[in-house]
């Protein structure tokens, strides 16, 4: 009899085994489609999240070429007016040289009045 309750309690280990590989079996599919489908969730969030930030950098590259351009204009702009500064300052030079070296002695620092020049 004690054959025979070896030879049962083996048998019911072994179903129990059966049993358990079967539902751990189950519980591993279960987590590999599982597994699988968060895999093609999160690919796709990443892939949308990509072309949004995609699209956000094509936008500010648009924007930065355009001030770019601007920013080149404006530089062009300061040096004209840098030359248009420095001709000015020229010209005041030498309408004080040709007032110090003329015989008037008008009073005006603009020399509006002045005749003789």
């Known amino acids: 009899m004690d054959k025979?309750?070896?030879?049962?309690?083996?048998?019911?280990s072994e179903n129990k085994l059966e049993v358990f590989l079967m539902t751990k079996g189950e519980s591993e599919s279960s987590q590999v489609s599982t597994t699988s489908s968060n895999k093609c969730e999160s690919?796709?969030?990443?892939?949308d999240a990509f072309q949004e930030i995609h699209e956000e950098a094509k936008r500010l590259t648009f924007?930065?070429?355009?001030?770019?351009?601007e920013n080149n204009?404006?530089?062009?702009?300061i040096t004209i007016l840098e030359k248009d500064?420095?001709?000015?300052k020229?010209?005041?030079?030498?309408?004080?040289?040709?007032y110090e070296k003329s015989s008037c002695k008008c009073d005006s620092s603009f020399?509006?009045?002045c005749k003789s020049l």
């Open 85 to 88: 500064l420095n001709q000015s």
């Open 111 to 113: 020399y509006k009045n």
């Open 90 to 98: 020229a010209d005041l030079e030498n309408s004080e040289l040709i």
């Open 63 to 69: 924007s930065n070429n355009r001030l770019k351009c």
């Open 43 to 47: 690919y796709f969030q990443l892939l």
């Open 73 to 77: 204009k404006l530089k062009m702009r």
């Open 4 to 12: 025979e309750e070896s030879s049962a309690d083996l048998i019911s």
